[in-house]
């Protein structure tokens, strides 16, 4: 095999492949990226039994063939080469990397022993890029990242006609966001349990370039895939079934405040410098205040008053801190609602663009209140 490309072509593509290589691969060979050079590209696969990558790269091809060769290292190299054009070339069992005067030789791994590439499944239909990214960047924060519940590690991903749900939840807070998409079907409904941090990797990866494929199996292969802009990500569902949390979301809420959604998260960091671990920060709502407070006793103390629109009776919650901020940092709105049914139950968070009228509802974020001793 020989062929020659761009370094920084390359570097990007042996790059993207490599993020889907597993730091401890159950098989040797599955540390390795396959590059394919043939008619004009150059094609980079990535597995590791749960998930695949693969996409190509136009090249100046001398010799069609196939090689198997470290991911991690032919990553680490590429990024340090000089910006010239890359020769490419195998010699035996050994790959030889060149550069203008720098010359990487690397061992070859036996490609038969690569297990074959899951393919594609049929279309689901396609979403903008750009609106799933942002969509699974809200709700992944909720997701949890303990692995003795493999469940709660996923993302559901709910496609019902014309729009995708995506659901998370880590026991103490939850998060939905609804996305508009065109399904290849127009009466689709069907579900999807993916790991959040496989979808964070496509959202960040493939979000951006225009509209994203999903592609979901219809047979008992457990497989989803996303395309976009040239690149094909694969991955397993998740096993089990996910907790029915959308009865969570309160169907009534008789209390609602209005703040600032930039001031509010600039003063709960604030306040929080002196909240112990596993400390909360107070919120008194009042009818145009809103007083946060963290730390008692001797210990250190903060306060803080921004301006609040109150709709109901005076309420008085306390959040932890990491998961308000968490929820306040991707309402895309000048505003936040809080809806309470109650001060010991679930406070719901949605974003709002205007000071008065109603909620945006694309967007929910539940948490937890923390019990104020009595």
């Given at each position: 095999?020989?062929?020659?490309?761009?370094?920084?072509?390359l570097?990007?593509?042996?790059?993207?492949?490599?993020?889907?290589?597993?730091?401890?691969?159950?098989?040797?060979?599955?540390?390795?990226?396959?590059?394919?050079?043939?008619?004009?590209?150059?094609?980079?696969?990535?597995?590791?039994?749960?998930?695949?990558?693969?996409?190509?790269?136009?090249?100046?091809?001398?010799?069609?063939?196939?090689?198997?060769?470290?991911?991690?290292?032919?990553?680490?190299?590429?990024?340090?080469?000089?910006?010239?054009?890359?020769?490419?070339?195998?010699?035996?069992?050994?790959?030889?990397?060149?550069?203008?005067?720098?010359?990487?030789?690397?061992a070859?791994?036996?490609?038969?022993?690569?297990?074959?590439l899951?393919?594609?499944?049929?279309?689901t239909?396609?979403?903008?890029?750009?609106?799933?990214?942002?969509?699974?960047?809200?709700v992944?924060?909720?997701?949890?990242?303990?692995?003795?519940?493999?469940?709660?590690?996923?993302?559901?991903?709910?496609?019902?006609?014309?729009?995708?749900?995506?659901?998370?939840?880590?026991?103490?807070?939850l998060?939905?966001?609804?996305?508009?998409?065109?399904?290849a079907?127009?009466?689709v409904?069907?579900?999807?349990?993916?790991?959040?941090?496989?979808?964070?990797?496509?959202?960040?990866?493939?979000?951006?370039?225009?509209?994203?494929?999903?592609?979901l199996?219809?047979d008992?292969?457990?497989?989803?895939?996303?395309?976009?802009?040239?690149?094909?990500?694969?991955?397993?569902l998740?096993?089990?079934?996910?907790?029915?949390?959308?009865?969570?979301?309160?169907?009534?809420?008789?209390?609602?405040?209005?703040?600032?959604?930039?001031?509010?998260v600039?003063?709960?960091?604030?306040?929080?410098?002196?909240?112990?671990?596993?400390?909360?920060?107070?919120?008194?709502?009042?009818?145009?205040?809103?007083?946060?407070?963290?730390?008692?006793?001797?210990?250190?103390?903060?306060s803080e008053?921004?301006?609040?629109?109150?709709?109901?009776?005076?309420?008085?919650?306390?959040?932890?801190?990491?998961?308000l901020?968490?929820?306040?940092?991707?309402?895309?709105?000048?505003?936040?609602?809080?809806?309470?049914?109650s001060?010991?139950k679930?406070?719901?968070?949605?974003?709002?663009?205007?000071?008065?009228?109603?909620?945006?509802?694309?967007?929910?974020?539940?948490?937890?209140?923390?019990?104020?001793?009595?």
């Open positions: 095999m020989k062929f020659r490309v761009e370094r920084d072509v570097t990007e593509a042996v790059s993207w492949a490599a993020r889907s290589l597993s730091p401890r691969p159950p098989v040797p060979v599955l540390s390795g990226l396959l590059l394919k050079a043939h008619d004009g590209v150059v094609s980079l696969s990535s597995f590791d039994y749960e998930t695949s990558a693969r996409l190509e790269i136009p090249a100046e091809i001398g010799a069609e063939g196939t090689i198997l060769v470290s991911g991690r290292l032919l990553a680490d190299i590429c990024r340090s080469l000089p910006a010239a054009p890359v020769d490419v070339e195998t010699d035996g069992s050994k790959v030889t990397l060149t550069c203008r005067r720098s010359s990487f030789h690397l070859t791994m036996p490609e038969a022993e690569y297990p074959p899951p393919g594609l499944p049929p279309l239909g396609a979403v903008s890029g750009d609106a799933f990214a942002r969509g699974v960047a809200q992944i924060i909720a997701a949890s990242k303990d692995d003795t519940l493999p469940i709660l590690t996923g993302v559901r991903m709910e496609f019902e006609d014309e729009l995708i749900t995506l659901l998370a939840t880590d026991r103490y807070r998060a939905l966001r609804e996305i508009p998409w065109k399904p079907s127009p009466s409904s069907t579900s999807a349990l993916v790991k959040a941090k496989t979808l964070n990797e496509v959202a960040k990866t493939l979000g951006g370039s225009g509209e994203l494929n999903i592609a199996a219809d008992d292969s457990r497989l989803i895939g996303f395309e976009s802009g040239g690149r094909t990500t694969t991955s397993l998740v096993d089990g079934d996910y907790p029915k949390i959308r009865s969570l979301f309160p169907e009534s809420t008789p209390i609602h405040a209005i703040v600032s959604t930039q001031e509010l600039e003063a709960v960091r604030r306040v929080s410098l002196v909240a112990e671990r596993n400390t909360p920060v107070r919120l008194a709502f009042s009818d145009g205040l809103v007083a946060l407070d963290a730390g008692t006793g001797e210990d250190a103390q903060a008053e921004l301006e609040a629109q109150l709709t109901g009776e005076d309420i008085t919650v306390a959040f932890n801190p990491h998961y901020i968490e929820g306040l940092s991707v309402i895309e709105a000048p505003y936040v609602r809080f809806s309470f049914t001060a010991p679930p406070a719901m968070l949605t974003a709002q663009k205007e000071l008065e009228g109603d909620d945006e509802i694309g967007y929910r974020y539940l948490v937890m209140p923390v019990r104020l001793p009595n």
